[in-house]
């Protein structure tokens, strides 16, 4: 599923004194399969734009197509496209209503009128897909569970649908270290085996630089820079311009090529940085042998 | 500072006890059903002047511990004194919560007015503190928090950085003796948890303030003075942050993970690296590697 956005601008309460101008001529395309990363400072317009991709708000000015063909206000084509793009808000846990974790995830599958053994399977997979296990879990009542747990079946819920395009908004906000990895190790697992489309909007610079192989960076509406991972983070002048910070490793290395050492400061993972160092203090260039 | 008398007297501030906890136990109430142990016999010691982090995996009883603080609850057996007061007492409350005021994780649940500076008064008024020495202390609050700019301007304009820094500003009106925050950096950007923090830790250099606080970011440990590790409502580990990320097994093993600059030089030293211990932060390692 092919996403262009064509010169997308938006203003909040137009013609009011609380107009504001939260998109300006923005343009960027998303390709099916694609892992992209959204960043950018709180209030930078990034959840203004997610929401135009399934048609929860209309550009004022400017147009969305998904697939070359515009996404119109009322249409039915409209309803049929937010299953095949999903959102998924932040604290997404606070969204669940049904009794139990079945119940919910089955919610979706059933209004799309499944028969029950098509639902039955739906469930079962989502469940695997965030490591939920399906006997144990699936009668258990929704307020019985942790908030991590919750978040896990808020994400079944919307694979469940089985989406072509899935957007996350900050999936992994107030949770524990282990409770992160988790969930983004899951994310990674669906987007690489279900071969669907992922947007991940993050603060979180370490993740992001992991997760995404394409990412975009806005600042007060705007898309300021595009581009790898190793192409946004190379630049770190403009991030801070910018109000982004680096990936830790990323600016370790940085740092440590500003005092003179020859290192690649296009790396993000520990196991990358510790390849770099141990070869460098092999080869006697910094203090520590 | 090298006037011996005002040193001595910052030790003695140190030396001096806030808060103490004794076998504190809570549990949480369920209607039909067991309760809910959520703190399972915290003995811990808050100085006066502290900068003590507080992490633990998500459901470790962080929260429910902090909310004992300043008496929003209170112990389900065991002590705890607040400026030597205890919580037990409902008629001291009002006394304790002004001492010690809550910051929590949403900035946007936590602002009642229409401009930052009534905002920031809001307390005070309750107080029924005269308007002119309201005045004065709403100024001095924000000055403290760097947003005295920002006095007329509309508290849902801002950032989520400086909404925290003035929902930090209103207990700081209050005059407390200790800050408590609740995962205060956890709905912020890169910048908003750099600002919030650097903004907290001034405070607690520069006015003496004690400060508890909470996290998921093992980065915001790192300067602190004292580190407690909370496991299933117990107080697993305990130590300087030095002392506390010095093994990531240890920290593993309760779910939990160090700055990811220590787990790496953790590694580097058991690939043979000569570093030295206790290297937590990128300038840090910068130094001694370059």
Redesign the interface.
């Known amino acids: 599923m092919l996403i262009e956005v064509l010169d997308l601008s938006f203003v909040y309460m137009p013609g009011t004194p609380f107009e504001v101008k939260a998109l300006r001529n923005v343009n960027m395309k998303i390709k099916s399969g694609q892992f992209v990363g959204i960043i950018?400072?709180?209030?930078s317009g990034k959840s203004t734009l997610i929401q135009h991709f399934n048609g929860l708000l209309q550009p004022s000015e400017g147009k969305v197509l998904v697939d070359g063909k515009e996404i119109l206000r009322n249409s039915l084509a409209l309803r049929y496209l937010r299953r095949r793009i999903v959102l998924l808000f932040q604290y997404p846990e606070h969204q669940l209503f049904e009794e139990t974790v079945y119940e919910d995830i089955a919610l979706g599958p059933k209004n799309l009128g499944l028969s029950g053994k098509e639902v039955d399977k739906r469930v079962w997979d989502a469940m695997r897909m965030v490591e939920l296990d399906f006997s144990k879990y699936k009668d258990r009542p929704l307020f019985d569970l942790?908030?991590?747990e919750m978040r896990r079946v808020a994400i079944a819920g919307v694979l469940a649908m089985q989406p072509e395009v899935l957007i996350l908004d900050e999936p992994a906000?107030?949770?524990?270290?282990?409770?992160?990895?988790a969930i983004l190790g899951q994310i990674r697992r669906i987007h690489k085996e279900k071969g669907l489309t992922l947007i991940l909007v993050s603060?979180n610079?370490?993740e992001v630089s992991r997760l995404a192989d394409s990412l975009f960076v806005m600042y007060e509406g705007e898309i300021v820079l595009s581009g790898s991972p190793a192409v946004i983070f190379g630049g770190y002048s403009r991030l801070e311009q910018y109000?982004?910070?680096l990936p830790?490793?990323t600016?370790?290395m940085h740092?440590?090529k500003e005092?003179?050492?020859s290192v690649r400061t296009d790396v993000f993972t520990?196991s990358e940085?510790?390849q770099e160092?141990?070869a460098?203090?092999r080869k006697g260039d910094?203090?520590?042998? | 500072m090298d006037n011996p008398i005002t040193k001595d007297m910052g030790r003695a501030i140190l030396a001096q006890e806030l808060i103490c906890t004794r076998r504190l136990r809570f549990e949480y109430q369920r209607k039909q059903r067991d309760p809910v142990v959520a703190l399972n016999g915290i003995d811990l010691t808050v100085h006066a002047g502290e900068f003590l982090v507080i992490i633990g995996p998500n459901g470790s009883g962080k929260s429910t511990l902090l909310k004992h603080f300043n008496a929003l609850l209170v112990p389900t057996s065991g002590d705890i004194l607040v400026d030597r007061l205890s919580t037990a007492e409902e008629r001291n409350h009002w006394y304790i919560r002004q001492r010690c005021g809550m910051v929590f994780e949403n900035p946007d649940n936590q602002i009642v007015a229409s401009t930052v500076e009534e905002d920031v008064a809001f307390g005070l008024e309750n107080l029924g503190i005269p308007a002119v020495e309201i005045r004065r202390r709403v100024k001095e609050a924000l000055a403290m928090v760097g947003m005295e700019k920002f006095s007329q301007h509309a508290p849902h304009l801002l950032s989520g950085g400086q909404k925290q820094c003035v929902a930090i500003a209103g207990i700081l009106a209050m005059r407390p003796v200790c800050l408590l925050l609740d995962e205060p950096t956890a709905m912020l950007d890169p910048c908003g948890k750099k600002e919030v923090s650097r903004i907290v830790k001034k405070i607690n250099r520069e006015e003496k303030i004690t400060v508890i606080w909470a996290t998921h970011f093992m980065e915001e440990a790192v300067t602190a003075d004292r580190v407690v590790v909370l496991s299933e409502g117990r107080i697993a580990m305990e130590g300087s942050p030095q002392e506390i990320f010095a093994n990531p097994e240890e920290l593993h093993a309760l779910k939990l993970e160090g700055p990811p600059i220590a787990e790496l030089v953790w590694q580097l030293r058991t690939e043979g690296m000569a570093l030295p211990p206790g290297i937590l932060t990128v300038d840090e390692l910068v130094s001694v590697l370059c």
Do not use: F, I, N, W
């Open positions: 950018g400072q709180t209030g942790s908030g991590g906000a107030g949770m524990d270290p282990e409770g992160r990895r603060h610079m370490d109000g982004l910070t830790t490793m600016e370790l740092r440590l005092r003179g050492c520990a940085v510790r160092l141990l460098l203090s910094c203090k520590s042998v």
